[in-house]
C-alpha cells in the first residue's frame, strides 16, 4: 500500500508541485528554466508533480510553507542585487527552512536520489515543532549579468541594462563540494531566481556532538561556500552578488552537460 511520504499515513494520495503553482504562474510563457536534478528528460518542465503526499499534508501544513514561501518571495526575493547591492530582510526562520526542506525532499524522492536525511525531517516539516539547533541555512545572492568589455559576463551595477540577463529559474539539487566526504551531513542547493538557499541538515541517526555542528559550518564558511546565514533572530543580510546569472548558468551546464544538450551548442562548447 502506499503510504505519504511525510505523515506515513494511507489516506488518499494527491499530487504535490515540484516548483510551487506561484512560480509558476510568474512566468506563464515558460520563460523561465526549471531544473531538476536528474530528472533528465521532464526536468525543464516547470509543471512537474510528486505522487506520494496524502491530502492532508498537502493542503494543510505543506501548502502553508509554499504560501509563506510566496509572501518572502515577493517582499524580498523577486528583484535581484546588483553589484555592491545589499538586502537586509527580516523572515520566519522555522517556516523558510521548512520549505527549504520540503522542497529538497519532494525533489529527491522524484528523482530516487539520496533522501536518507531529508525523510528524517519529514514529520518536522509537518508539525509546528522548531527545527533542530544543527539545521542551518545560508544564501548566496546572483546578480544580472552584462557583458564586460571583452564580452565576458560580470555582475551589472545598478542602472546598467544594456545586454542585461537577469537570473530567472528555479533550480534544485545537492550542494556538490570538491574534497568533501563527511557523509552526517546533507547538503542541499535551491536557487530561486536571484537567490541561492543553501542548507546544512545533520544526519540525526548519528552521534553528532554541538562542536561538530559548529566546526563542520565554520569549515564551510572559511571556504566561503557557506556566507550570509538565516540566522534565528529572524534578521539577516545578504552580501552584494559575487555570481552573475551567466556564468553560474555555465557551470550548470558544464555540471550537467546531457540535459543541456550542451555538446551540441557550438556557443557554448566554445566557452567551456
Ligand atoms: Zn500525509
Redesign the pocket.
Known sequence: MNV?A??G?S?KLTREHLVPAWYVKRYPKGEADAFIERARKAGSKLDMRIGD??E??NNNHLSELDGYAKSIYIASFSSALRAGERLTLSYDFTKLAKWVIKVSYNVARANRSEATILSQYAQLVISDAPLPIGVRLFCEAIGPAVPDELGLPRVAFPREEEGLIEPEGFRVGRLILANHSDFRWCLRRLTLDGFEFRLVLPDRKQRIVDKDLGSFVDELRERKILRNEFTRNGVACIEPPIMDSVTLSLGHERQFPVHYGVEKRDFFRKLI
Do not use: D, T, W
Open positions: 505519504c511525510y505523515c499515513g489516506q503526499v496524502c492532508q499534508c
